[in-house]
Every structure is written in structure tokens, then in C-alpha cells.
């Protein structure tokens, strides 16, 4: 791995280690960016379920809106804003699915009630009431009543693998520090940003 990159990668896991220690809300939250195929963005917050030198995983149905976006277009933007510390992290690069056995992995790390929901949600189609998904869960859940709830083909993690990771610190005077680390299609290179 590359000196710049491990460096980059090593400050996000300390800035994250911190979010944790201090108690910030859902410090596993981020703000996932996507781009469909005829160029129109949108914009959610999904949670980080994993993270090391070969990106930022979250996992969701791939049939919703986020999943066509990156199956249409694989690059998307992440940004972590942690508030009580003042501290932003903004991430871009290129998705790629995790392998099944990493999705299988994380799948049975999910409570019971969240396996069957992925099952009864067509999540992000148009729904005519609550109580078609209620009647759709209570469906699913006799249908695996008594048996292991096996994960969807359609339901995988993404990982965004960096091609640009900024730190943003608060500073007072909307002077802030920013440092940006970049791959620039050769090697990785990091510089200061004006606020």
C-alpha cells in the first residue's frame, strides 16, 4: 500500500476512532452521493458497516434507486460529518460489489426482523400502503418461521474504493483546515486546501 494512502486510510480510522469515544450520534452515518445513468444525482444517508485499505462498505437492496445508480454509473461520493467534533471526512472513488461471501457474512450479523424485511421490502418502489408492507413482512416471516433466513440474490454490499479521501476541521473565522489526499491515476499525493 502506498505511504500516502496508508497514511490517509490511518487518520480516518483515528478520526473515526474518535467519533466513537466521544459519543457522537451515529457516528457510522454517512451521506452516500450517487449519480443515475442520464446524470441525475441524489443523495442519502446510509451506515458504514465496514472499513479498511480497500474502502468503505454499507450494504442495501440492489434493486433500489442507490443500487441502479451504481450498477448505471459505479462512482460515488461519501461524506461523514461528525458534529461534535467539527470534523468532516469527504470520500470519492469507484463502487464495486463485496464478494457473497462477505455479503453472507455480514447477512447473518443481522437481526432477525432486518432479514425478513429485506425480503418483504421492494425497497424504493412506489408503496400503495403500510399495510401492504406490513401484510408482505407478516408473509415472510411465516414463510421462515422456522428455518435460517437465507440472504436475497438482490441484496449485496457496495465498497467505495477511494480515489480521493479530504479532512475538513473546523476552524474559527470559517477558516478551516483541509488536507485532501488524491490518487491522480499514477500515485497518491496529498496537499493543504484553502477553506
Known amino acids: 500500500m502506498n505511504e500516502i494512502y496508508k497514511e490517509a ?16 450520534n451515529e457516528p457510522t452515518a454517512m451521506t452516500l452521493a450517487t449519480v443515475d445513468a442520464d446524470g441525475r444525482p441524489a443523495a442519502r444517508t446510509v451506515l ?35 458534529q461534535g467534533l467539527m470534523r468532516q471526512v469527504l470520500v470519492e ?8 461471501a462477505e455479503a453472507d457474512a455480514y447477512w447473518a450479523t443481522r437481526p432477525r ?3 425478513v424485511g429485506a425480503w418483504a421490502s421492494k425497497q424504493s418502489s412506489l ?10 413482512l407478516a408473509e415472510y416471516s411465516e414463510q421462515y418461521a422456522d428455518a435460517t433466513v437465507p ?9 467505495i474504493a477511494p480515489t ?9 473565522g470559517r477558516l ?6 488524491w490518487h491522480d491515476g499514477e500515485s497518491w499525493k496529498k496537499s493543504l486546501i484553502y477553506p
Open 9 to 24: 486510510v490511518g487518520r480516518f480510522s483515528e478520526w473515526f476512532a474518535l467519533a466513537r469515544e466521544q459519543s457522537v
Open 48 to 82: 458504514l458497516k465496514q472499513f479498511d485499505e480497500r474502502g468503505f462498505v454499507f450494504y442495501t437492496n440492489t434493486r433500489s434507486r442507490k443500487g441502479m445508480h451504481v450498477d448505471a454509473n459505479p462512482y460515488a461520493a461519501l461524506c461523514f460529518f461528525w
Open 164 to 172: 480521493m479521501i479530504e479532512f475538513w476541521q473546523s476552524r474559527p
Open 93 to 100: 472513488g469507484e463502487v464495486r460489489r463485496v464478494s457473497d
Open 151 to 159: 440472504r436475497p440474490s438482490h441484496w449485496t454490499g457496495y465498497r
Open 113 to 115: 426482523l432486518s432479514q
Open 127 to 136: 408503496l400503495d400502503a403500510r399495510e401492504t408492507m406490513e401484510r408482505r
Open 176 to 181: 478551516h483546515e483541509r488536507e485532501r489526499y
